[in-house]
């Protein structure tokens, strides 16, 4: 069936250093991304979100990428914080309502 | 922003019996609410999907007999786990559609315990 995939289980980074959570998905009619930030015990949190029709968006600190062609999603996270130690998630939807999330990194920021 | 408020965030229960799970969309109206599972370092794996005023769609292998959906108002959906097994236990997590924003906006999450 269709899945959404992290390349990366676990990810280390120095404090102040950039990360790059990376994600790949199948499903060729998906047109909605979402990267989520999810802390122990809690929901998932938005951060930033593209569509089909970008390959680049910018937010605070963070920068997700969108490559259509080879199926690829990224995350980069600027001067990563130890507040930015969580489990990350791209999700997507294509063509309908219903997200769709992928396995999860587990990001680690070192002191 | 978009709120939804999950009750409760957590919950004991024994073996057999059946716990319920609400959520409430605080500022705006939810059409449709999405039920996700989550196991421990696992991902969301969504249970069913519910429209208000009309029957979930459960996914592919969710007893609908067991996880019971209501749906009844555009603010309240609720989630009930009949005759709940320690394999039930899990993190239970709701997320709605239906505001302008971001689309999607999350319920801090349920975390239920079977003994």
């Known amino acids: 069936g269709e899945s959404v995939g992290l390349h990366l289980p676990t990810l280390s980074v120095q404090e102040g250093d950039n990360s790059i959570i990376n994600c790949a998905y199948s499903?060729?009619?998906?047109?909605?991304f979402i990267w989520y930030k999810q802390e122990s015990g809690k929901g998932p949190q938005f951060i930033i979100d593209?569509?089909?029709?970008?390959d680049k968006r910018q937010g605070q600190r963070v920068t997700v990428l969108l490559n259509k062609t080879v199926k690829h999603l990224s995350l980069q996270i600027a001067a990563t914080q130890p507040g930015d130690s969580a489990v990350y998630f791209c999700?997507?939807?294509?063509?309908?309502?219903?997200?769709?999330f992928g396995t999860g990194t587990q990001l680690k920021v070192e002191l | 922003g978009a709120v939804v408020s999950q009750h409760p965030s957590w919950v004991i229960c024994k073996s057999g019996t059946s716990v319920k799970i609400e959520c409430r969309s605080l500022?705006?109206?939810?059409?449709?609410m999405f039920w996700y599972r989550q196991f421990p370092k696992q991902s969301l794996m969504l249970m069913a999907t519910?429209?208000?005023?009309?029957?979930?769609?459960?996914e592919q292998g969710v007893e609908k007999d067991k996880f019971l959906i209501n749906h009844a108002s555009l603010t309240l959906s609720t989630l009930t786990v009949t005759s709940a097994h320690p394999e039930d236990s899990s993190f239970y997590i709701c997320?709605?559609?239906?505001?302008?924003?971001?689309?999607?906006?999350f319920g801090s999450g349920t975390r239920l315990t079977v003994v």
């Open positions: 999700a997507e939807t294509g063509g309908g309502n219903k997200l769709t």
């Open positions: 499903n060729s009619a998906s047109d909605y």
């Open positions: 593209i569509r089909s029709n970008m």
């Open positions: 500022d705006f109206q939810a059409t449709t």
């Open positions: 519910s429209n208000e005023g009309s029957k979930a769609t459960y």
């Open positions: 997320s709605s559609s239906g505001h302008s924003n971001y689309g999607y906006t």
